[in-house]
């Protein structure tokens, strides 16, 4: 089919359709420098590496979005990336910091994160057009790295010691139970239903103002609680979501119950 697109029109088009994987690149770069620095011992780097690629991430899925970029292709690729980035390179940093002095279980915790990621990424791109898209179904793999990654920084920047093996085997929690969220059913919010285009009130600024200050103010320590309360804010909205589902079964049952009485007849009456 004769393409009749001016060439300045198809090289825009062209451009526009390399800017998010450029910032896909850009995640997988991350990851993979963080994977090189934690070998040469710079655990610091390495967990602010992963950072970057969380952030480069959101980045690509924005611009994709606001600029009508979309593509399988570009999909494909942002999970390939994701998988590098958020799913060998978080475990490999706190192996190589903290877990292989752990032994078999040291490697186990490690394999646990990095199966969990794979399952995670490949159930979210097969559920991605069902799923209600104001929630992720388990917890999503970036905050995940965020939350290994986190540690690292918060322990290398405070200069945690490894006396009485403390360290490690808080490592050790924190990474299998990443890898466990991965893979369950909580759902986390995912914020996509936030559009940049949108006006918001004053409020939401002054948040956002606040936000900046104190990340500003202690990063490590500050960006690893905000993701210890996201990592837990699935259990508490499934707990809330079943407490409902059951407040509601409840009232239909008593409902019921009185719409029998008021009739005149009991459940023996239908039998």
């Excluded at 590496?49 to 952030?55: M, Q, S, T, Y």
């Excluded at 905050?143 to 006396?163: E, H």
């Excluded at 990063?219 to 690893?224: I, R, S, T, Y």
């Amino acid at each position: 089919m004769q393409n009749n697109l001016p060439p300045e029109e198809i090289k825009r088009r062209r451009g526009i359709y390399l800017l998010p994987n450029a910032f896909t690149t850009a995640n997988l770069f991350a990851g993979f420098f963080a994977v090189v620095q934690a070998m040469n011992g710079r655990f610091e780097m390495a967990a602010i590496a992963i950072f970057l690629a969380l952030v480069f991430d959101g980045m690509d899925g924005r611009v994709a979005r606001l600029t009508n970029t979309q593509s399988a292709f570009g999909e494909q690729y942002d999970s390939l990336a994701d998988m590098i980035s958020f799913g060998m390179a978080p475990a490999l940093v706190m192996y190589v910091w903290a877990l292989q002095g752990l032994g078999r279980w040291g490697w186990l915790a490690a394999f646990v994160y990095v199966v969990g990621a794979a399952l995670r990424l490949a159930r979210f791109n097969i559920n991605i057009a069902v799923v209600d898209k104001r929630f992720f179904q388990g917890l999503p793999s970036p905050a995940a790295a965020a939350l290994v990654a986190g540690f690292v920084w918060l322990a290398v920047d405070n200069k945690f010691t490894f006396s009485a093996n403390v360290v490690p085997w808080v490592g050790f929690v924190l990474t299998v139970y990443a890898g466990v969220a991965m893979v369950s059913n909580a759902p986390f919010y995912s914020g996509k239903s936030f559009a940049l285009r949108r006006s918001v009130p004053f409020w939401v600024m002054l948040v956002l103002v606040a936000v900046f200050v104190s990340v500003s103010a202690d990063p490590p320590l500050v960006l690893f609680g905000m993701f210890v309360i996201y990592g837990l804010s699935g259990w508490f909205i499934m707990a809330w979501r079943w407490r409902r589902a059951r407040q509601l079964t409840r009232s239909r049952s008593e409902s019921g119950a009185t719409d029998h009485t008021s009739s005149g007849q009991t459940p023996s009456d239908k039998q």
